[in-house]
């Protein structure tokens, strides 16, 4: 039994090893997006590693959307971000999730009067105040996403209360979003959306719009995002009636 439970202890940290190893290879460009992995059994023989704890290692890296297999056809490194469209996640935590450092450039902060659409967005009155981000979000210095967001200033009370994420402040302030409403849509690029991205004027984004609900119906944020066309692939599961 001694024997039996050391063994295991010792299989547990070899694929925590080995998974965080091809993260760092995949994350510093040593493994590069589209590029094949060896298969399992090769790979267990280079690393002299056991083809289940390849296997887990793998898999985790799949499940964290680092890694795809294609039936088949092997593993390889993911070309794209993978993100779902059913789920209530931040940037951040998509980021997070495939072990990447997610930052936001604020390029407009501030506090003004509702537009007519943020009204509407936002079930607010003319007149009432809201509290505004235009940021620019990265991961490993690449521009990701362009993001307008409005807040009403009764849910927010200063635009300073934001750091890197909106959500994580809305947590710290004991803001529980409940649900969203998103819609999603193809654009391109303007010259200055495309000047702040670092892409060419007229590259294909997403555009997506998302309001979203507390439990009581009061909606905490209208944003309009605009994300890398080419850098995410979305995802949902869906059900038969
Ligand atoms: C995501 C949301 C956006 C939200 C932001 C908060 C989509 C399409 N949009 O980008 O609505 O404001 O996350 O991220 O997912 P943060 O907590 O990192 O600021």
Same mark, same amino acid.
């Given at each position: $039994? @001694?024997?039996?439970? =050391? /063994? +295991?202890?010792?299989?547990?940290?070899?694929?925590?090893?080995?998974?965080?190893?091809?993260?760092?290879?995949? @994350?510093?460009?040593? #493994?590069?997006?589209?590029?094949?992995? &060896?298969?399992?059994?090769?790979?267990?023989?280079?690393?002299?590693?056991?083809?289940?704890?390849?296997?887990?290692?793998?898999a985790?890296?799949?499940?964290?959307?680092l890694?795809? =297999?294609?039936? /088949?056809? /092997?593993?390889?490194?993911?070309?794209?971000i993978?993100?779902?469209?059913?789920?209530?996640?931040?940037?951040?935590?998509?980021?997070?999730?495939?072990?990447?450092?997610?930052?936001?450039?604020?390029? +407009?902060?501030?506090?003004? @009067?509702?537009?007519?659409?943020? *009204?509407?967005?936002?079930?607010?009155?003319?007149? $009432?105040?809201?509290?505004?981000?235009?940021?620019?979000?990265?991961?490993?210095e690449?521009?990701?996403a #362009?993001?307008?967001? *409005?807040?009403?200033?009764?849910?927010?009370?200063?635009? *300073?209360?934001?750091?890197?994420? #909106?959500?994580?402040?809305?947590?710290?302030?004991?803001?529980? &979003?409940?649900?969203?409403? =998103?819609?999603?849509?193809a654009?391109?690029f303007?010259?200055?959306?495309?000047?702040?991205?670092?892409?060419?004027?007229?590259? &294909?984004?997403?555009?997506?719009?998302?309001?979203?609900?507390?439990?009581?119906?009061?909606?905490?944020?209208?944003?309009?995002?605009?994300?890398?066309?080419?850098?995410?692939?979305?995802?949902? @599961?869906?059900?038969?009636?």
């Amino acid at each position: $039994a @001694e024997f039996h439970r =050391q /063994g +295991e202890a010792r299989r547990a940290p070899a694929y925590q090893h080995l998974r965080r190893t091809l993260q760092h290879a995949i @994350e510093n460009g040593e #493994l590069k997006p589209g590029q094949a992995l &060896p298969g399992e059994r090769e790979l267990g023989k280079r690393l002299e590693l056991s083809r289940v704890t390849v296997r887990k290692a793998i898999a985790g890296l799949v499940a964290d959307g680092l890694l795809v =297999q294609r039936q /088949g056809a /092997g593993t390889f490194v993911a070309e794209r971000i993978v993100k779902s469209f059913s789920q209530l996640t931040s940037f951040t935590d998509d980021l997070r999730a495939r072990g990447l450092d997610p930052k936001s450039v604020f390029l +407009e902060r501030g506090v003004g @009067e509702v537009t007519p659409e943020e *009204a509407m967005a936002l079930n607010l009155s003319p007149g $009432a105040l809201v509290v505004r981000y235009y940021r620019l979000r990265t991961a490993a210095e690449q521009p990701l996403a #362009l993001e307008r967001t *409005a807040v009403p200033q009764s849910v927010l009370a200063d635009p *300073a209360l934001v750091g890197n994420s #909106l959500y994580a402040t809305f947590a710290r302030l004991g803001i529980r &979003p409940a649900r969203a409403l =998103q819609r999603l849509r193809a654009i391109a690029f303007d010259a200055e959306q495309a000047r702040l991205m670092h892409l060419p004027e007229g590259s &294909p984004g997403l555009f997506i719009e998302r309001r979203t609900f507390l439990e009581d119906g009061r909606v905490v944020e209208f944003t309009r995002s605009f994300y890398r066309g080419d850098a995410y692939d979305f995802v949902a @599961e869906l059900h038969s009636e």
